[in-house]
């Protein structure tokens, strides 16, 4: 059987996946799914795959603040 190759997307477009995002906000990968499963963060599934825009969860930490 074949290996897929991983892509890791490239910050420089903009864009992260969830391992990153999840790093980025300092939670859980699982915490992270469960916001988005609950439309609470903004993400894009583009063939699948979990992406987040930087600027939008930027933004969204911004609005989150108390």
Do not use: H, V
């Amino acid at each position: 059987m074949k290996t897929r190759k991983q892509y890791k997307p490239d910050p420089k477009f903009g864009y992260i996946d969830a391992a990153d995002c999840a790093s980025m906000l300092g939670e859980s990968l699982s915490a992270l799914y469960k916001k988005t499963a609950l439309g609470l963060i903004p993400n894009y599934k583009p063939n699948g795959r979990l992406l987040f825009k930087i600027d939008e969860i930027k933004d969204w930490i911004e609005r989150s603040k108390n």
